[in-house]
């Protein structure tokens, strides 16, 4: 929902029974925890051996260099997933640094359901094992050598074989192999994805390299979005 650790405190979202209010909620929400969001960075890439990395409430959106295209999305895409929240939240504006996902439509709070979320590329996962917004999976990649992390919020759970807890402790993972089951977990009862990309030295990188709202993002329907950080 929010960037784990890096703005992980943003991340919380109230439960309401209306999306307008509950995305009004979040907003004060965010407001309330901007200075304690700010100061607490990038420790949950500690257990990788990385240094931390500050991020503030007015962090530039993803830098749109060119990239290795090496994602594709973080669940089988239906008819019915949709962009909750993109690099900035609708409403408030706030910075989110990552992208919240739903099975169900953005007006239809009550209608929202869990699905599996898989890998979006090969690498050594972990769960629960740092900083995060209730159950997460952590997924270092490399890329041509460099290290990229994809991160998975909110979880109801996590699959079973990856180890949990151990910031020293990784097991290898295929593109598309289920990690857990998406969920409200540290959320508020707002049952999503938080999806996350982030750089070795732990800045949040937007996997579409759109750095906007909601609206300006394609419907997930398709395996490949082919833009930004995906594969085509």
């Known amino acids: 929902m929010s960037r784990p650790c890096i703005t992980l405190l943003s991340i919380i979202r109230p439960s309401t029974n209306q999306t307008d209010n509950y995305q009004n909620n979040k907003t004060q929400f965010i407001a309330a925890s901007a200075f304690a969001a700010t100061?607490?960075?990038a420790s949950l890439?500690?257990?990788?051996?990385?240094?931390?990395?500050?991020a503030s409430g007015t962090a530039k959106p993803a830098q749109k260099?060119?990239?290795?295209?090496?994602?594709t999305l973080p669940f089988v895409p239906n008819s019915r997933m949709s962009v909750l929240s993109g690099w900035y939240y609708s409403g408030?504006?706030?910075?989110?640094?990552?992208?919240?996902?739903?099975?169900?439509?953005?007006?239809?709070?009550?209608?929202?359901?869990?699905?599996?979320?898989?890998?979006?590329?090969?690498?050594?996962a972990c769960g629960n094992c740092t900083s995060r917004q209730g159950n997460a999976v952590w997924i270092k990649h490399d890329v041509d050598g460099a290290t990229f992390y994809t991160y998975y919020g909110h979880l109801a759970s996590i699959a079973k074989g990856i180890p949990l807890g151990s910031q020293s402790n990784t097991v290898w993972v295929k593109r598309g192999q289920i990690v857990g089951m998406a969920g409200s977990t540290g959320a508020g009862g707002a049952l999503h994805l938080h999806y996350g990309l982030y750089n070795a030295s732990g800045q949040p990188v937007d996997p579409y390299s759109i750095g906007k709202l909601r609206e300006s993002y394609?419907?997930?329907?398709?395996?490949?979005?082919?833009?930004g950080w995906f594969v085509k």
């Open 218 to 227: 394609p419907r997930p329907t398709a395996h490949n979005p082919g833009m």
């Open 39 to 41: 100061a607490i960075v």
């Open 45 to 54: 890439f500690s257990p990788f051996g990385l240094p931390a990395a500050h």
């Open 92 to 124: 408030g504006g706030g910075f989110h640094g990552g992208i919240d996902y739903i099975n169900g439509g953005v007006n239809d709070y009550g209608g929202w359901r869990t699905f599996p979320v898989i890998a979006s590329a090969d690498g050594e």
């Open 65 to 71: 260099t060119a990239a290795t295209p090496f994602l």
